[in-house]
């Protein structure tokens, strides 16, 4: 089941996710999948850019479009004057892939938050795909 089937890129959703177990969600612009990853542009409860947010698609149970928060939300944003993220990759490589590609080549910091809690913060100095 393709949860983003019927979900333009570029639409505010509110993402619930396995990594929030306390019935949390992101708010974010749907910016694409791959056959493993969905791709997000993620906005604070202010309405700012937020980063990317790259989830694991197993890992999302739920995915709501239009509803009153996220265009909140979304009002916010577009009056905060916050930056629309295309993300067109050019190569065929995986999200992960292209995203920490990315991510090195305009020297971001990125933050990995593993399965048991823990987190990895820092830059990106190489990317071996094999």
């Known amino acids: 089941m393709n949860l983003f089937a019927n979900i333009d890129k570029k639409a505010f ?3 619930y996710d396995q990594t929030e177990s306390d019935g949390n969600f992101h708010v974010c612009r749907y910016l694409g999948e ?3 990853f969905g791709l997000f542009q993620t906005v604070s409860t202010r309405g700012y850019d937020d980063g990317y947010y790259l989830v694991l698609l197993d890992y999302i149970y739920r995915v709501d479009i239009d509803d009153e928060y996220t265009e909140r939300i979304k009002k916010l944003f577009e009056l905060q004057r916050q930056p ?4 067109q990759f050019e190569d065929e490589e995986s999200l992960l892939v ?6 090195k080549q305009n020297n971001y910091v990125i933050s ?5 809690g823990e987190n990895i913060t820092g830059h ?3 990317i071996d795909p094999d």
């Open 13 to 15: 959703v509110s993402v």
């Open 34 to 36: 791959d056959d493993i």
């Open 84 to 87: 629309y993220y295309d993300c």
């Open 98 to 103: 292209n995203l920490l590609s990315f991510s």
């Open 112 to 116: 990995i938050f593993l399965e048991d």
């Open 124 to 126: 990106i100095n190489c």
